[in-house]
């Protein structure tokens, strides 16, 4: 599986990004999809995750309500929608798939989860 991770840039805070992430390489239809931040000197620490079956969704605390995880089948890709965007939210952003298929379980925040990992976008918020 190759992930494709896109759409990050200079954004001033309050403001909106979509971050997309492309998947390819076999059918990925079947399997789950989260999404990851860096910041500089901090550990890589979750932020969203699909499930492709039902489309049911997981959020870290610190963006419900305001982030959005969804994705198109079809387009084998998964979005991100940030909105109401804070300093503290700028970071590196990674897209990551599990090694096998099937619905996440109450570990579907743990890096240990994904065995697949998109190159990461930059996302910047100018306070």
């Known amino acids: 599986v190759q992930l494709q991770a896109s759409g990050g840039g200079l954004v001033q805070a309050g403001g909106s990004l979509r971050l997309s992430c492309a998947a390819s390489g076999r059918t990925v239809s079947r399997f789950a999809m989260g999404w990851f931040r860096q910041a500089p000197g901090k550990e890589r620490e979750f932020v969203a995750a699909i499930n492709w079956s039902d489309g049911s969704t997981y959020y870290a605390d610190s963006v419900k309500g305001r982030f959005t995880i969804s994705r198109d089948n079809a387009k084998n890709t998964v979005y991100l929608q940030m909105n109401s965007l804070k300093p503290e939210d700028a970071a590196v952003y990674s897209c990551?798939?599990?090694?096998?298929?099937?619905?996440?379980?109450?570990?579907?925040?743990?890096?240990?989860?994904?065995?697949?990992w998109g190159q990461g976008t930059q996302v910047t918020v100018s306070s």
């Open positions: 990551a798939a599990p090694r096998s298929m099937g619905a996440l379980g109450t570990s579907y925040y743990l890096t240990s989860t994904y065995g697949y």
